[in-house]
């Protein structure tokens, strides 16, 4: 009766192991999926989804990498509480403001010479508070 009875626990424990492998697989492949990989803090390149989150006084990521002439979209996100824009240097271009918990798809087309350029918020203040970044153009 005592071997009955750990053959029933031990098949009683494998199944609650596999209930739980069964819950668990599903769970951590769509954590990782979330995730998109790696944080390197460039974005960007031929025809990626470039995101930029926007707050006090910095964005994320601080520099983008682009392909030199291409159009690129970016989502700028803010997730900060006043008002932020984007604007790059090289080309006099600015995309539009974007309200706190707010977000806009903006285009511009890269320049066409490879370089690093400067961009930074517009608003008055923000610059010099360090909301500064770089364009990557290779």
């Not at 944080?39 to 031929?46: A, D, E, F």
């Not at 025809?47 to 006084?57: A, L, N, V």
């Not at 890269?110 to 923000?126: E, I, N, R």
Request: proline share 5%; glycine share 14%.
């Amino acid at each position: 009766m005592a071997t009955q009875q750990n053959e029933r626990l031990t098949r009683r424990s494998l199944l609650r192991r596999a209930g739980a492998l069964a819950v668990a697989v599903p769970a951590v492949s769509a954590l990782l999926a979330a995730c998109g990989g790696g944080g390197g803090g460039t974005s960007g390149g031929g025809g990626g989804k470039i995101t930029i989150e926007m707050s006090e006084y910095k964005y994320n990521p601080a520099t983008i990498t682009v392909s030199p002439g291409a159009s690129v979209t970016v989502t700028l996100k803010n997730v900060g509480t006043l008002q932020h824009d984007y604007h790059i240097d090289v080309i006099n271009q600015t995309s539009p403001m974007v309200d706190p918990g707010k977000s806009v798809d903006w285009t511009f087309t890269a320049p066409s010479q490879a370089g690093t350029y400067d961009t930074w918020c517009t608003v008055p203040g923000h610059k010099e508070l360090g909301m500064v970044g770089k364009l990557e153009v290779k």
